[in-house]
C-alpha cells in the first residue's frame, strides 16, 4: 500500500511529444512544479530533420516545444524561441532549433544542450529526450508494406489505404536515458499521451525498459485520449483501437485510468474534419472496462480557428483530479 503523498503537488511523469504533449505541460505547471516531461527522438521531418541530416544531431523540434511550454521567461524571448525564418536557406527553420543546435554543439551532448537550454529559460520541471541514440521509426501496415522515417509514414499510409501493424525502433530497443527509468521510478503520477499514437506516444514506450517500468509502478496512471483521429495514422480508430495498439507493442498493461473528450463541436467543424479525413474518436466505455481500464470523460477540448485542440487548464485539472481521487483510493483502501 502506498504511503500517504503531498497530494497537492504529485511528482508527475508526461510521456509523449509533438504538440499534444506541450499543449498539456502548459496547463500542468499551474498546478504542479514537480513535472518531468519525457519526449520522443524519432522525429525526422521540417527544421528537425535538416539538422539531424546537416548536423548528426539528434532532432530538436519536439523538446524545444516542451521547454516553450514549462518555460518562465519574459514573452519576447518566448516569441524568439518559437520564431522561424521565412526565406533563405533557413526557411522554416526555428531559432529555439537552432539555439538548441548551438548548445549540442558547445557541450558535445544533446542530453546536456537540453539541460543548459532549461536552465537558460527557467523551466517548470525538467525536459528529458527518452533516449539519446540515434534513432529512426519504422511502419508496418497490414499489407506487408514498410516504411522508414517519422515523416513519411503519413503519405505511405494514405496511398496504401492500409491500417499501421506496428512500428519499431532501428535500432530495436534502444536504451532509455537514465534519468528517465529514475522518473518512472519515483514517480506519483505518470500521464501517456495527448499525441499522435504512432509517432509521438509509441517511440517512448518501445524505448528499451520504458514499458517495463511505466507497468511495475506504483503511480496512478492515465491515458489522455485525442481528441480527434489522426488523417494518415489512426483514421477510424475508437478509444479501444488506441489502447490496444499501446498494450500490444509495449506488451504491458501500462495504465487504468483513460480520460477523453466529451464536448461536443458545431457541425461545420465536424465537416471540416471529415473533409480530411478525421473524426472525434468514438468512445468505448464498456470494452474499455473488460480490458481492466476505467473511463473518464469530461469537456476538455476548445476551438480556436476551425480546429480542435485540447484546452491547456481543463485537461491538467481534470487530470489532476483524478490523480487525487484513485491515490486517495490506494492509500486508504
Sequence with gaps: MKELKEF????????????GLSTMLRGLKRFTSRITAIVTVADDGGGSGVLRQELGMLPPGDIRNCI????????????????????GRLSGQSLGNLMLAA??????SFEEAVRRMSEAFAITGRVLPVTTE?????????????VIGES??????KDTDQRIRRVQLLPERPAAVPAVLEAIEEADFIIIGPGSLYTSIMPNLIT????AAIARSDAVKLYIMNVMTQDGETEGYTEVDHVRALFDHSGEKLFDLSLANNMPFPEDVLQAYAAEGAEP?????????????????????????????????????????LYRAYAQTQVYG
Excluded at 497537492?8 to 504538440?19: D, F, L, Y
Excluded at 548548445?103 to 558535445?108: K, M, P, Q, T
Excluded at 540515434?134 to 514498410?146: I, K, P
Excluded at 476551438?303 to 481543463?314: E, K, T, W
Aim: charged letters at 25%; proline letters at 7%; one cysteine or more.
Design 134 to 146: 540515434n534513432v529512426r521509426l519504422m511502419a508496418e501496415f497490414d499489407d506487408g508494406t514498410t
Design 8 to 19: 497537492s503537488q504529485p511528482r508527475v511523469v508526461a510521456i509523449g511529444g509533438g504538440t
Design 103 to 108: 548548445l549540442n554543439d558547445i557541450y558535445g
Design 281 to 321: 474518436v468514438k468512445p468505448c466505455p464498456e470494452q474499455l472496462r473488460k480490458m481492466g481500464v476505467t473511463p473518464h470523460y469530461a469537456p476538455l477540448a476548445r476551438i480556436s480557428g476551425g480546429l480542435v485542440r485540447h484546452n491547456p487548464d481543463a485537461l491538467a485539472r481534470e487530470a489532476l483530479w
Design 68 to 87: 516553450c511550454a514549462l518555460a518562465n521567461v519574459e514573452p519576447t524571448m518566448d516569441e524568439l524561441m518559437r520564431y522561424r525564418f521565412c526565406e
Design 152 to 157: 513519411k509514414i503519413a503519405g505511405v499510409k
Design 208 to 211: 528499451d525498459g520504458v514499458a
